[in-house]
């Protein structure tokens, strides 16, 4: 996160925040930025969120263990364009320690600090080798637990 992330409106305190770059290949028909793509971006914070609090591809695989998306939420709020620069920030604001944690993310436009979208997601931890829920290895309870902010 650079200073000048501090200075935006966020929902809550201490966001991870990624840099976005509105690309060509991510506006629709409309001229706008494509709903699929704003998933595509909270992916992107996820994963990089994660990577932060040490927690790669890499670990998922020696641990047998993911975090599977099992709900998003996503409410769009205004558009994006072609070349805008915006700020996806996203949050840990549950991990119940077993199975599940929850993020938030806020999407904002840094030139009028208008914020284009909000979104929750639910994941459930699961072995990659079969699929199916399994409990959430002490690594992932550290690394996500230790990174859980407060919901207001």
Not at 42 to 47: D, T
Request: include cysteine; proline fraction near 5%; aromatic fraction near 10%.
């Amino acid at each position: 996160m650079t200073a000048e992330h501090g200075a935006f409106d966020w929902d809550l305190p201490r966001p991870f925040v990624i840099d976005i770059l509105v690309a060509p290949e991510a506006i629709d028909h409309y001229g706008h930025v494509n709903n699929a793509q704003y998933l595509r971006w909270v992916e992107q914070a996820s994963w990089e969120h994660s990577g932060q609090l040490g927690l790669t591809l890499e670990h998922y695989r020696a641990l047998d263990r993911a975090m599977a998306v099992h709900r998003h939420e996503l409410d769009y709020l205004a558009p994006g364009f072609e070349g805008e620069r915006l700020a996806m920030a996203t949050w840990i604001v549950a991990c119940d320690s077993r199975l599940t944690l929850t993020r938030r993310f806020q999407l904002i436009r840094p030139q009028d600090g208008v914020t284009l979208l909000r979104a929750r997601t639910r994941y459930a931890c699961i072995a990659l080798s079969s699929g199916r829920p399994r409990r959430l290895p002490p690594e992932f309870v550290s690394a996500y637990g230790g990174a859980l902010v407060a919901e207001s």
